[in-house]
Nanobody
Framework: QVQLVESGGGLVQPGGSLRLSCAASGNILSINLMGWYRQAPGKQRELVAT???????NYADSVKGRFTISRDNAKKTVLLQMNSLKPEDTAIYYCSLTWSIQHTYWGQGTQVTVSS
């Protein structure tokens, strides 16, 4: 049974920073893709950033230069450092872990609100 537990969301003013953390547990293939997605009210879930077990990263254009994804394979954790936050970054952020179509997992989500 694979579980993902996120933490680190909250309320921040525009221009501020937050760091999200996701810890994975269970029987996990060492070669995998971890990432962050977000869903704003009334919108579809969208990719924010992903990182392979080898460290290759991919970012949505809207967060490039502001967000940084990283991971610790030994600890089975993935982090998302979010800087220069904007009101449009407000959403529920979900951690994901996948290594095949049959093995795709999601966290419960953590709310990020950017508002003055």
């Amino acid at each position: 049974q694979v579980q993902l537990v996120e933490s680190g969301g909250g309320l921040v003013q525009p221009g501020g920073s937050l760091r999200l953390s996701c810890a994975a547990s269970g029987n996990i293939l060492s070669i995998n893709l971890m990432g962050w997605y977000r869903q704003a009210p009334g919108k579809q879930r969208e990719l924010v950033a992903t990182i392979t077990s080898g460290g290759s990263t991919n970012y949505a254009d809207s967060v490039k230069g502001r967000f940084t994804i990283s991971r610790d394979n030994a600890k089975k954790t993935v982090l998302l450092q979010m800087n220069s936050l904007k009101p449009e970054d407000t959403a529920i952020y979900y951690c994901s872990l996948t290594w095949s179509i049959q093995h795709t997992y999601w966290g419960q989500g953590t709310q990020v609100t950017v508002s003055s």
